[in-house]
């Protein structure tokens, strides 16, 4: 993985989200425009970034004040593409030459790729940032 340049504001947030859950979190991107933060932690430290009932999350909402997104890494980036579309019902995912096609179940497809497109920009930005993929292409 290549190193990712992170603003001041973004590594207070992580080293905010990594105090109160434990985890250890990769990368963080601020969302203004809705309110919320999507943190990307280890492979493995899921269950620490949620915690006990969601305890750890709902910590992390009331300090900050945002809605908070826990998205767990992979080196795999098929894989890294799968939980980026989570909760969704991903068929399959193929990678050629940095464009991903995304296969997704048709009762999904429309909440995957978002109002205006917001979720699937945010997906590529991940990818790109994690993987060196520059396109992802839903079918």
Known sequence: MKSLKLSSEDIR???LFENLTGAVTKDCIPDDNENKITFIVRKGDMGLAIGKKGT???KVKQ?????VEVIEHSDDPK???RNLFSPYRVKK???TEKVAHVEIDERDKAMAIGRKGK???K????AKRHHDV???IVI
Do not use: R
Request: aromatic share 8%; no cysteine; charged share 20%.
């Open 134 to 136: 520059h396109d992802i």
């Open 13 to 15: 947030y992580i080293a």
């Open 93 to 95: 995912v193929n990678i």
């Open 56 to 58: 750890n999350i709902q």
């Open 63 to 67: 300090t900050l004040g945002k809605k």
């Open 119 to 121: 979720n699937l920009e």
């Open 123 to 126: 997906i590529k930005l991940l």
């Open 79 to 81: 894989e890294f593409l």
